[in-house]
């Protein structure tokens, strides 16, 4: 069953997001984000669950168990979204969602579509994880999408496996920064474990 999240859901999602997205995200588990001696990150926090109550953020459930997340947001063009951050390290990955937005801009190959929808977290408990859950969340995003007046849907996929998933529903690859290429003060910032190249942004059309 896919529902749409409420700010009741909060600290629900926080919980769930600790166990199974702030670890073990390729770029989080990376930069080590989350450690025994550091359990929580309040900037990543604070970016995950600041509009829980949208209207399309949507979580999986199985018999009343949450066993998947998926947060969206609608964007307009031309506005691109400032979060202000002190985490040393998640300021990295911050700064790389950044560059991608600036570099990628999606808007430029839908000219006259002034809105859309981003994926921006999909999460899904480990014991459930290669059983579609992901592509189910990205399919009723989709349907949301369309209800909302969105012209297109766009996905920064972090991660090999969500890239997997967009091209599977049919989403076109827009962009790609293999994580190798991507330097700050000439040092390579990410070098996530295999499978997990390139950050890549996959679009699809709505309508
Ligand atoms: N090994 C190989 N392929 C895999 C694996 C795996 N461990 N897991 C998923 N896949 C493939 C699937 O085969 C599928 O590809 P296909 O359609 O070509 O067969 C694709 O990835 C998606 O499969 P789903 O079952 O729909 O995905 P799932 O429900 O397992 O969720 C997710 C994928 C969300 C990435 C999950 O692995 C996860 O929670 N990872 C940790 C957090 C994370 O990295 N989130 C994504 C960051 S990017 C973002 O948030 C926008």
């Not at 979060?83 to 000219?111: G, Q």
């Not at 890239?163 to 989403?171: M, N, S, T, V």
Request: proline share 3%; aromatic share 10%.
């Amino acid at each position: 069953e896919i529902k749409i999240a409420t700010n009741e859901d909060k600290e629900k999602v926080r919980e769930f997001l600790q166990k199974f997205f702030y670890k073990d995200e390729p770029l989080n588990l990376y930069l080590g984000l989350i450690t025994d001696e550091n359990p929580r990150c309040m900037d990543l926090e604070r970016f995950t669950l600041k509009d829980m109550d949208n209207g399309v953020n949507l979580l999986a459930e199985q018999n009343g168990k949450l066993i998947g997340v998926c947060l969206n947001g609608t964007f307009e063009r031309g506005k691109m979204e400032n979060f202000e951050c002190t985490d040393a390290k998640f300021s990295k990955i911050v700064s790389l969602l950044d560059y991608v937005a600036t570099e990628s801009d999606p808007f430029k190959i839908y000219p006259g579509i002034d809105k859309a929808m981003t994926v921006k977290i999909l999460s899904v408990d480990g014991s459930f994880r290669g059983k579609g859950i992901a592509k189910d969340l990205m399919i009723k995003t989709r349907e949301l999408a369309r209800q909302k007046g969105c012209g297109f849907i766009t996905v920064d996929c972090t991660s090999h496996y969500t890239a997997c998933a967009a091209k599977k529903l049919g989403f076109k690859l827009h962009y790609t920064l293999n994580y190798e290429d991507y330097k700050v003060d000439g040092k390579t910032v990410f070098r996530p474990a295999h499978p997990h190249k390139e950050l890549t942004v996959y679009t699809q059309r709505i309508i």
